[in-house]
């Protein structure tokens, strides 16, 4: 089993920054991917950003060129840095964990962000 527990959301203005953390413990080794999805109120759980083992990244549209996704050096641990935020950022965050022996992806508990104008 692997927990992921997350940290950092908050509140912030618009155009102003967080950074949220997520820390996963258990059979971390099993993972080769792990990132975060955020979902709105009345919306789909959408990605954000996952970032793999080796280091390769990928975003969702909406957030390219302002969110920044990276690791720690004990692949336990990834943080997203959210740059230049706005109102519809606003949603649970939510860490999220697979691998190729993963039958069912881990999830953390979520974390909200709200961006006011």
């Known amino acids: 089993q692997v927990r992921l527990v997350e940290s950092g959301g908050g509140l912030a203005q618009a155009g102003g920054s967080l950074r949220l953390s997520c820390e996963a413990s258990?059979?971390?080794?099993?993972?080769?991917?792990m990132g975060w999805y955020r979902q709105a109120p009345g919306e789909q759980r959408e990605l954000v950003a996952t970032i793999t083992k080796d280091g390769s990244t990928k975003y969702g549209d909406s957030v390219k060129g302002r969110f920044t996704i990276s690791r720690g050096n004990a692949w336990n641990t990834v943080y997203l840095q959210m740059n230049s935020v706005k109102p519809e950022d606003t949603a649970v965050y939510y860490c999220n964990a697979d691998g190729p022996s993963v039958v069912v992806p881990y999830w953390g508990q979520g974390t909200q962000v709200t961006v006011s104008s």
């Open positions: 258990g059979f971390i080794s099993r993972l080769s991917t």
